[in-house]
């Protein structure tokens, strides 16, 4: 049971008007930015010996029942530590822990109830875009976003472990592919600087990321190890996002895990808007000339395919919210991106993600059969990957209004049918996708779709949910078919500027997990950023055949190259390389199971294969100017 703390209806806010969104129950008005992040103070009343967090639960009525535990002889640094954590959680939420109660009191009421959070609206198809990659229609709008890219910052979402894959670190350390072992965070900012060179900005495009408790100091670990990948560090911003006190019943009361400390949970990733507003980020790209803000998730290499035609479909149409979706099929468990409709005309409307479980059964009440497939065999309602680009100017003068205070939700699992007891203790969340619901009656939202494999193969399954899911006919969501994707989408790109390449004839095997091997392909950004870059670099008669392996990085062009095995050609900057008439053959690389039993880090394991490099021909050149390479 899922209830939301906004729903489709623009209804008036218990807070002031300043505010300009639709709530049936919004978080009461925050405390000035200035004292945003301060613990709220205590009544001058109080005893000065008391603390502060004693009196804050006092307050919600939660004191005795969370100190009744405490045995004698009393243990006064427990004690001050716990109430100091108590201090710490109210001063993050806006309002205090008394209005997270409220909220989580009114938000479970409605859970119990089965209030429908999207009572009275009548979905509509948004407008949007369905865009095939490197047609003339994305060449055009690719060419809008890379003269637009100069003015966009970016943002990743990145407050999650790798734990479900079965890897232990952060998953941005994670390699995208085993070709250079490239991790997620440097293949986006490899990405980011390839788009600035092709845009001539003259300073870094800048990245704003995300932590939580749990990754925060592993990602500065990974910028200090890779030396900020030759970065500035002032064109890198970290956000750390702070937790929630859990709640174990419908009254909000907190949970402990401990006699001195609150168990606490994430509060979910549209916290980010606040943090962009908390800290000055979004404040700051503005000032200094930005126009455009892109969301990305932490583990979805492909979506920088097709960004920038997004970004440009987004200046053409001018678009204030644009998602980025990939196409869904009826019923698919993935949220949609619909346009709903007051029928009775009290509130304008809105352009939003609706899940899957809330969109089936609200077009089954619209027209009588629910989610059903068009022409094409998929959805009208394209599906959401959280890959979003906002007009800047208008964010952040929303983010003034509402602090970037984002509609809350609690999905209590019940344990009885009367919906009292909870199976586990829920927390109040937030969701980024749901900023739509602070935008005004004449803004413009809107969507771009592509296919899967041009926008979207993130790794979010370990290997034995991956396998399961690729028996129930579903994406795998491993890491070994997000490696695949790449490949596959590396030699389309290649196939476009006339190039013969094809994959193996038959699919291999890890984990169970099936995998048809595309040459492994990787064309570094510095080589071609663009689909239209990449269209300059290659001409004449390129043939790669199957099994075979080729990085590019630099300023390379080919004509005519015949490779069977593996090449790696490297022009570092400021040289040239130009391969002309080159064929090349060895016996190149293999990939080798992983066997039972067998010790192998943990990246390579939720793989389920290791490269085997028999063979390679680099073609290296350091030297300044130009080197022309032939066979």
Known sequence: ATVSVLNCLRAHLPSPPACDTMSCCARPEPAPKAAAAKPRAVSKDASAAEPAGKTILAAVGQLETLTADWA???????????????????????????????????????????????????????????MEYGSDEFMK???????????????????GLGERLGYGGIKLELPVQTLTDTCYLGFYLAKMDGLQEACGAAEPLPLAIMTSGDTHEKTLALLEANHWFGRSKDSITLMKQEKVPSIQDNEGRFVKDTPYSLETKPHGHGDVHQLLHTTGTASRWLQAGKKWVMFLQDTNAMVFNVSQASLGLSVERGFEVNSIC??????????????????DGSAPPVTINVEYNQLGPLLKEFNGVGDVAGADGNSPYPGN???LIFRLEPYVANLEKTNGIIAEFVNPKYADAEKTTFKKPTRLECMM????????????????????????????????DAAQKVKDGLDAGSASVAESDFYEMECHKLALCGVSV????????????????WPQVYLHPSFAATQAALKERVSGEVRITPGSTLYIEGDVEIENLSLWGALVVKAAKGSKLRLKDVTVKNQGWTYKPVAAGESVPEATAIRGYTVVKNETEEIIHNEPGLKEISS
């Open 141 to 159: 709008y690719e060419a809008l976003g890379v003269d637009a890219v100069k003015d966009c910052g970016f943002v990743l979402v990145a407050g």
């Open 502 to 517: 094809t994959p193996a004839n038959a699919p291999e095997s890890y984990c169970d997990i099936p995998i048809t091997w």
């Open 326 to 343: 990939i196409p869904r099929k009826a019923n698919e468990a993935i949220g949609g991106i619909a346009k709903l409709v007051k029928k």
């Open 72 to 130: 004698e002889p009393r243990d006064a640094t427990k004690e001050a530590e716990f109430f100091a954590q108590v201090e710490k959680l109210d001063g993050q939420y806006p309002g205090g822990l008394a209005a997270y109660v409220a909220n989580a009191q009114k938000l479970l009421k409605d859970s119990k109830e089965g209030v429908n959070p999207f009572e009275g609206c009548e979905p509509e198809v948004p407008a949007g875009l369905a």
């Open 385 to 387: 990957i959280n890959t």
């Open 433 to 464: 996708q749901d900023y739509p619901k602070l935008l005004g009656a004449d803004a413009k939202v809107g969507f771009t779709t592509f296919s899967r494999l041009a926008a979207f193969s993130p790794v979010k399954n370990n290997t034995t």
